[in-house]
């Protein structure tokens, strides 16, 4: 009976030494960061901008008031952290023609979108964009919809783009999820020039 209740002590203290090391669920767990880059690859620069904005007023308040409701995994900073790093991985693996990688990332309709762009640069030999810097990512707006969260973050960036040099990009991505999924990923579901 001894070796029994030191067995569950032991497991008792495995078990939340490891929930406190690992934390608890962000959404965005699948994301990972991307292989070390080749020559003329995605590469990672350092970022300014703080990670995350207050939220206390306006529209995205009140969004991401609703979700944390609807969810309650989700909190706006490990999210945007989360959304960075997609941003990171997403514009990477479009530069490289990674369909398989930007599979899992995006919704089907901007995934298509995203192949036959692939497609037609590789037909004309172009390379595609590259990360200089990730100068700055914010919560521009949120909302609940039914069971779909959605989250709108504008990015501004610098971006390399071959022959035509470094331009500035500013950009607006909506990531969204059925709050009732047991998938705790978002997906791309679309991009606006902002």
Known sequence: MIEFTVLAFIAGFVLFRLYTTLGKRTGEERVEPAPAPAQGELTRAPVDAPVAAPLSVGVAGEGVAAIERADPNFEASYFLQGARSAYELIVGAFAKGDRETLRGLLTPRVYDSYVAS?????????????????????????????????????????????????????????????????????????????
Not at 122 to 140: F, N, T
Not at 153 to 172: N, T
Not at 179 to 185: G, K, M, Q
Request: charged content about 30%; cysteine-free.
């Open 118 to 194: 692939i497609d037609a640069r590789e037909a004309q030999g172009g390379a595609g964009p590259e990360i200089v810097r990730l100068k700055s990512a914010e919560i521009a707006d949120a909302e609940l919809v039914g069971d779909t969260a959605r989250v709108i973050v504008k990015f501004e960036a610098e971006l390399a783009e071959g022959a035509y040099g470094v331009r500035d990009a500013k950009e607006r991505w909506t990531f969204e999820r059925n709050v009732r999924s047991s998938d705790p990923n978002w997906l791309l579901s679309r991009v606006q020039a902002a």
